[in-house]
C-alpha cells in the first residue's frame, strides 16, 4: 500500500503486508463482526488521489457520476492509546482523516509468507492501515492520517481479497485538484475524470467525494476465508 501525498516520508514504503514469525498473532478479533447500532454519518466521505497512481493511469475508472467498488484506506501519520470507550471518525474535504477504534488482523491467504492487512474497525465501520512509521501494540487506538484509495486493494487481488470487507460501492460525486500550498490546499478546481497521467503533477493535491450506493457487504471469496479464522 502506497502512502499519500501529504505525508513527509518516502514513496518507496508499502505496509499492505507485514512478516510475523507466530502464526497466532495474525488474528486479533473476528473481521467479520457486523456494527451493533445505525453508523453515524452520513454516505458521504473524502479521499485523496495520489499522482504517482494517477501518472501510472491506475485510478482511470474515477469518473465523476461513476460508481466504484473499493476499500478506502488510511495513511496513519500518527498514533496515540485510547482510554475512552467511544468510537468515532471523521474526514475533512481534503481527505484528512483521524479516529478511534480497535485494531484487527486480515491475512493475506494466497501469499507464500505469512503477512496480514491490518484494518482498523470503528464501530463495525473497517478501514484498510498503512502505518507511516512503527506498528502500534494491541489496543485500541487514536489514529491521525489521510484517507485515499489504493489499487493494491481493489478486488481480485491479494491484498484487496485480504480486506473484501472493507469493500463498498461508492458514487464518485465530485473531483477536485488543489494547488499544494505551505499550511493548505488552495484554488480548488473541478474535474469531470481524473486528469491524463502526462498532466498529473506532484505540484497538485486530488481528491474525490464519494457517495455510498450499496450497504451491502461484498461477496468474494476472501469473505469466507476471513469468517472462517479462528477467533
Known sequence: MAKPARARRGKDRTVAGRHHEQGDEFVRRTLGRRALREERWDGELTVQLLPHHLAAGELSTVVVGGEIEVAPAIYAAGHL??????????????????????????PVAASMCPCRVDVLDVDGRLFPLNWAAAEPGDGRLWVEGALYLDPELAA????????????????????????????????????????????????????????????????????????????
Not at 173 to 181: P, V
Open 156 to 231: 481480485g487481488t491479494e491484498h484487496g481479497e485480504a480486506v473484501a470487507l472493507c469493500r463498498r460501492r461508492y458514487r464518485v460525486r465530485e473531483i477536485r485538484q488543489y494547488r499544494r500550498t505551505t499550511y493548505r490546499p488552495a484554488d480548488p478546481r473541478r474535474l469531470d475524470t481524473v486528469p491524463r497521467p502526462a498532466a498529473v503533477t506532484d505540484e497538485a493535491v486530488y481528491v474525490a467525494d464519494l457517495r455510498l450506493v450499496d450497504d451491502a457487504s461484498p461477496t468474494s471469496p476472501g469473505r469466507e476465508a476471513v469468517a472462517q479464522r479462528p477467533g
Open 81 to 106: 492509546p485510547v482510554l475512552s470507550d467511544g468510537e468515532m471518525w471523521e474526514v475533512d474535504e481534503f481527505g484528512c482523516f483521524d479516529a478511534r477504534g480497535s485494531v484487527i488482523a486480515a
